[in-house]
């Protein structure tokens, strides 16, 4: 019965995706009010985006099977563990590879959908408001249910899988294999978020600091050689990598929950137990119901209601699935179930997932608070802009730091209600329920750079100002909902974060973890340390890069004649090589990092150092994901409300001052914030799958000098 | 003999400070080649000077007293235990006043020997670069020798005090009564650091964004508003607030490892007890004897030689006191000891003590490394201002995030031997051995500001060219040494706040804390995000001050005629008054945070989360700490760098970029980065100090949930 519901509940997922992405398609560019000039010069420039982000998807992947390769046989040789009577290692490879797969299906239909869906939503515009919204709203919805119903579908499948191949085998195993599912979509999620904000981060800052700044020419300008690498950046990074990113905390959360959740429920028998087990599973596809109801309250009738459209069907969503938790969790799961050494009840879980969802929707609207330049922290920045750049970096930056503090408390507050009202197993629980709306969620995360690439697409065909105005109107909205979506993504990494931390402890079986345990301390010091270096690689990685765009830029200017009066054509494609070489090679050390700190913290040192790792490391990168996130939006929308033409507008030394916040914020909300998201998942996920190992071959270094019981 | 020995050595720093102090004011302004005209100057600019100084000191004082009449009062009502036997609240406020007491007549004789010693190093430039550096280096040595000798008289003068007027109580009731004076000290840098960083950068950055970025005129012109104000801020922030943070460091550390060290040491009798009871006590008098004689060896012969000759001092004195600190560690302390259930020696002490040492010089020249102009990292955001002040801030901003990495690895390993090798003891031992060569630290940091007023001073005065060049050799090896004690005053600020915490869950009877307990997590969390919203809070206060600054400057040179010309004077008196009001209201909040955080922690939710709380904002803080100093230092010395004439040099447009991150770096390293050192070590030794209250009376709020055993 569960299983049966799962899996209708992640095929109508897909099903609702195939639909929309029917009705993109079966949208002509040429439906529109256009001339025929115009639908070449369209059909051009959105070939040239497609083009460049399916070549560097292509590379990606390249690279990417080539480490995963390596990577499995890594798994296959070192996660072993004799009690379990199969090989272990062998199997999770299996399942990290099938993760990865579909992981890297759900990015490629995202893009896919994304770069078709942009130059309708330009050519729409034409038309009206309302049927551009549409078409960038339903490209959005493609990418958001299609990833939900690959992960469910995924997960459902892998786990019957397992279970008809080996009947006999403990849940406990069967599920820390399943965790290899969640490994292999987080390491896609490495590639896609670190590597793809790099890349779109790379062009956006070549392109303004040689054309805006320089040259003096508009943003998305066709003359500028970099434009199209910059429209591509919008999709590699806000799409594939998002995707990726929240496609791993949907599998990792769910892996976490049913890891620790196995213990408790192998007592039961039949229905009641795999309708227990899966429960968590289930969750994810209440969700999918629930966003699929959300969509209809979606009917923006005029510009100003864009935004609130959008907002209004995130809470209708939390609402619905506060609602129709309650009785799933009261039937599925038993009225009592010991957990650890402690009785918990289907209440307590049922509260457990109401804190994480509305954890999640109260998260995403203190970020729209800190974000939004309609609430004064982001004017407050915007003023100081007026006593020159130095004020508007100090403001932002403090903006940031502040707007860290009430997710923080938030945190607290969830993790408190998880672990008093259902252990360990709350936790993963509030995980799943800040992440059960994520399929209107990522509908509408999508939605933003569809419509941001629209209006580049608009500007670089020359549409006219009418039509920009009409997708400015769409892509702010977006910029709005896109700050909210990322408040959720590192909120829901934390938490996602946490509980597979739990997981960790629960299979190396270490009920409690003494802070002042030397080597728990010095792994929490050495964890914290992490997000630092991995930051200030990235930061610098995004520097790098831009800087080769920029000499590139620069010699196209010089060398080509005729480029800045718009009479001769800029060479795009060695911009697009650029961004996407750069990326590729920057990616290696940040991501080398995140992978073999916890490897061979646990090798070396045993699981407690790992546990005080990644605790630390969990505290300072959720700090600092949360502030440099919220730093970015604030500059970022600081400018552009001195655009709107208050203090001073456009061109004045304000809007001067404000740029260079907007810029140094390009790195800090696109790269390095939501980077530290796989940062402290990847090393969970990581250190879950590797328990065998650390349990078994872990700590030599202590050994050796005699220092450890760890 | 412990006894007497100690104050033997306390004594000899204060003679030391006396006899430097007399040499100091035995020069005459005008004994050197000046004209009588020059003097008439001088003595003029350093009496504004002075007075400004005490102007802020005395109204800060008045607030001080204030506060910590209201303090006392609490501590004497709050801090009670029965078991004691005698009121414990009384002592603990008593010893806090008197704390309190001798940390500001430090902060006093600081910066008065600074503001005479800044104008005779001005004056004497004239006459060679040595008889300059003499003097300024003399009036650092005052400081330095002065305080550290105030410390260490105070705490054994009220040892000895208590144990008189009780002489059957117990040693370790005692040391926690004797915590209060560390309270009172700590207390008064918390004015010092924060309330004295917002007033320097108020007044440099209000100077800097009108005079030299809007009319035009260098640093230090005679002629802006702000510049008596910015002058006196480099001795509030610099010399008392400085003084005040590592007066508490070494109160708080020897504190810490009395308190630990009390029931370890019980067991032993007459000489040998008090000799083991007060080792701490004695390093620190070992240290003054290793510190005077590095003095010996502070004889630059050229301007090049300056910085690695205060350098060298520094490195002598540390190898000094790990030869000297054998043979003491051999004969005071017992050749094992218990300490919580494990068996520790006296060499395991010293092992703990030599850790701390070498890793304080190792902070110190990492730090030296990421901000320093010869070295490449500096020299990058040097070359990223080729790209404009965003690009300057994107590689500052990830430099300051790198060169935080390495000190956290150090203060991990330096953990790990602590614990190892002497259990909570051994992390306050390590505490004490990085701030074993504090006296001459803190001369060579004392240094800085004054040679960097003689610089003001002399421009103000018009000595020319080649006197200012003189004085910038100087200035310049003071940048350097600031830098680096800076790193030591941050990497010893953690270690001592790890020890209080140390030493308040020994007083809490907690032996392990388990982070998986939600309420710890809770508390890590909240704690985590405590750096955040100070960090948020100093930085827009200076923003806020400055702004002021800016527009009372703006007023006067729009109201005054002649200003700009020179032949009108502006109004330094107002600017002065700015920043001292500004400072003192804009820590209220802060400070509050600081207080009360702990207290309500602790009363709401009891000692569990407490310690949660402390180690959470112990590592956020230090990594905040250690990048936003670095970050600073690192822009301050890339602007440097081009000005020597790389890069286009002065005027070009990427100094005008450098300028950027310079402002921005003002706060970061002067404001938020050290206060961040008072946040963590405050909240700990109010925990401390506050131990018998949250026993007694701690976490209602769980017992009304029925949440706890906690």
């Known amino acids: 019965m569960t299983v049966g519901l799962i899996l209708a509940l992640g095929a109508l997922a897909l099903i609702v995706a195939l639909f929309y992405s029917r009705r993109v398609n079966a949208i002509s560019i040429d439906s529109g009010a256009s001339s025929p000039e115009e639908i070449e010069k369209l059909t051009e420039i959105s070939s040239a985006i497609a083009e460049g982000a399916m070549a560097f998807l292509k590379r990606e992947y390249r690279i990417l099977s080539l480490f995963m ?19 272990l290692g062998l199997w999770s490879a299996i399942c990290f590879l099938i993760g990865a797969g579909t992981s890297v299906v759900s990015g490629y239909i995202g893009m896919k959908i994304a770069t078709k869906g942009n130059v ?21 919805a493609v990418m958001g249910f299609g990833l939900t119903g690959l992960a469910v579908m995924g997960l459902i499948l892998v786990y019957l899988g397992l279970i008809t191949l080996h009947p006999t085998l403990d849940q406990h195993i069967i599920m820390e294999i399943l965790s290899g599912f969640a490994l292999g979509g987080s390491s ?3 590639f896609g978020r670190v590597g793809g904000g790099i890349y779109t981060k790379a062009a956006d800052v070549g392109a303004d600091l040689v054309g805006k700044v320089e040259a003096g020419i508009p943003e998305d300008d066709p003359r500028n050689p970099a434009v199209i690498a910059d429209n591509v950046g919008d999709n590699v990074g806000d799409i594939a990598g998002m995707g990726a990113d929240l496609f791993g905390s949907v599998a990792e959360s769910t892996c976490a929950a049913m890891v620790i959740g196995a213990a408790s429920f192998a007592m039961l028998e039949g229905e009641a137990k795999t309708s227990a087990l899966l429960f968590p599973l289930f969750v994810s596809g209440v969700g999918i119901v629930a966003s699929l109801i959300s969509l209809f309250f979606i009917n923006p009738k005029s510009e100003e209601k864009v935004e609130s459209s959008l907002k209004n069907a995130l809470i209708i969503s939390t609402i619905i699935m506060l609602i129709a938790l309650y009785p799933f969790s009261m039937s599925m799961l038993p009225a009592e179930f010991m957990l650890g050494n402690r009785m918990h009840t289907n209440m307590g879980v049922f509260i457990t997932l109401a804190a994480g969802l509305i954890a999640g929707l109260a998260i995403g609207l203190i970020t729209e608070y800190y974000t939004s330049h309609r609430y004064s922290p982001v004017r407050q920045v915007a003023d100081a802009s007026q006593t020159g750049a130095a004020t508007n970096i100090i403001y932002g930056l403090s903006l940031g730091y502040n707007s860290s503090v009430l997710p923080m408390f938030i945190m607290a507050i969830t993790v408190v209600i998880g672990f008093s009202f259902a252990g360990m197993y709350g936790i993963a629980m509030a995980a799943i329920g800040m992440l059960g709306t994520i399929a209107v969620g990522l509908t509408i995360d999508a939605y933003g750079p569809v419509s941001d690439n629209a209006g580049g ?26 700050a909210i979506g990322k408040g959720f993504a590192i909120g829901s990494a934390a938490l996602t974060s946490l509980a597979l931390t739990a997981a960790f402890l629960t299979r190396a079986e270490l009920p409690t973890i003494n802070m002042l345990d030397p080597i728990v301390m010095a792994g929490l010091f050495v964890g914290a340390s992490l997000p630092y270096a ?13 800087f080769s765009m920029i000499e590139e ?26 961004s996407t070489k750069a990326s590729l090679r920057e990616m290696i050390a940040p991501g080398l990092l995140v992978i073999l700190t916890p490897l061979l913290t646990g090798w070396l040192f045993g699981v407690h150092m790992v546990a005080g790792l990644l605790i630390g490391a969990l505290i300072t990168g959720v700090m600092m994901a949360i502030s440099m996130a919220n730093s970015g939006g604030a500059w970022d929308n600081a400018k552009k409300y ?19 916040g907007d810029t140094v914020g390009d790195p800090f909300k696109d790269t ?15 250190s879950l799958v590797f328990v065998p190992f650390f349990v078994k071959n872990g700590g030599i270094l202590l050994d050796m000098f005699g220092l450890g019981q760890h």
Chains 1, 2 share one sequence.
Do not use: W
């Open 188 to 190: 896609v999620a490495l």
């Open 672 to 686: 390095s914030g939501p980077s530290l998201n796989i940062l402290i998942k990847l090393m969970a996920i990581i």
């Open 534 to 546: 991995f930051s200030a690689m990235t930061m610098r990685s995004v520097g790098k890069a831009a």
């Open 642 to 660: 001195i655009e709107t033409g208050q203090l001073g507008g456009k061109g004045s030394d304000t809007h001067k001052a404000a740029v260079v």
């Open 120 to 140: 309708r939503t330009a050519a729409a515009a034409r038309i009206s408001l309302e049927k551009s919204f549409r078409i960038a709203f339903e490209s959005g």
């Open 553 to 578: 830029v620069r010699r196209q200017f010089r060398t080509i004649p005729g480029l800045l009066e718009g009479t001769a054509k800029p060479d795009y494609s060695t911009c697009v090589d650029i």
């Open 69 to 87: 390769g390596l990577f499995a046989i890594i798994i296959v040789f070192t996660v072993n563990d004799e009690r379990a009577g199969i090989p």
């Open 457 to 482: 697409i608009a500007e670089m065909a020359n549409m006219g100002q009418d039509i920009r105005k009409r997708t400015d109107a769409l892509d702010a909205a977006g910029n709005t909902t896109a």
